[in-house]
């Protein structure tokens, strides 16, 4: 890994990445909001932030000089594979300028394998971070050289009701297993569970619902 990206990974340490993402096709679905969103949770603290979409990324570039995790989601009958499963994605995304790109890293079906987006996200000198719903996922994405492991994906990829809290028993196992940064992220809506994670080794921690889907946000109230 060259210097410009040890020095994003040392950075995000212990850190709060802000997920700006509205809900899709929602009322506060434009990059204008996401924008705002981005940087009023960088006045609250956030070191970073996950950005979905070229659009969106392309807006926070031009007016956010922080690191940003770039995504590209894709919903189709044919794949389920959703987080940037196409080598075009992550072109689109390392020539807009996003440090970090991640990708669903799945055993799911998929246009393209993990080892093909590693390889692809590499080129572009970019760090290659794997989102993982299991360790066995994590195990291939190491194998293939993923840079960053993340619990993103843990409760999506199977027909169960998906928690409401976080996995910290993947945050743990792979915290303890793998030497590289570990990521946690799913449902990390709390301050004591982002302390809680933090406090279990994780190297930084993902939060989204909980700062900007604001019809998520209050219907939990109303769910009590």
Do not use: W
């Not at 390392?94 to 390889?119: C, H, M, W």
């Amino acid at each position: 890994m060259n210097k410009k990206n040890n020095s994003i990974i040392k950075y995000l340490k212990n850190s709060l990445i802000a997920s700006c993402q509205p809900i899709p096709k929602g009322p506060l679905d434009s990059s204008s909001f996401i924008l705002a969103s981005a940087k009023a949770s960088i006045i609250g603290g956030a070191k970073a932030l996950r950005i979905e979409g070229f659009k969106n990324l392309k807006v926070i570039k031009k007016n956010i000089n922080l690191p940003v995790i770039g995504i590209k989601k894709r919903i189709t009958k044919r794949y389920p594979v959703i987080i940037t499963p196409l080598l075009s994605d992550v072109e689109k995304l390392a020539e807009l300028g996003a440090e970090i790109i991640a990708f669903d890293a799945t055993f799911r079906n998929r246009p393209f394998s993990v080892g093909k987006l590693i390889s692809k996200i590499h080129s572009y000198k970019k760090i290659a971070m794997a989102d993982c719903s299991n360790i066995k996922d994590a195990l291939n994405a190491i194998d293939n050289g993923a840079d960053i492991l993340s619990t993103t994906l843990s409760g999506y990829t199977i027909n169960k009701q998906i928690s409401k809290n976080p996995d910290f028993k993947l945050l743990n196992l792979l915290i303890k297993k793998f030497n590289v940064p570990v990521i946690a992220e799913g449902r990390f809506n709390t301050p004591a569970f982002f302390k809680k994670a933090i406090n279990y080794g994780a190297h930084s921690v993902v939060v989204g619902t909980a700062l900007n889907r604001i019809e998520l946000i209050t219907r939990t109230f109303l769910d009590e």
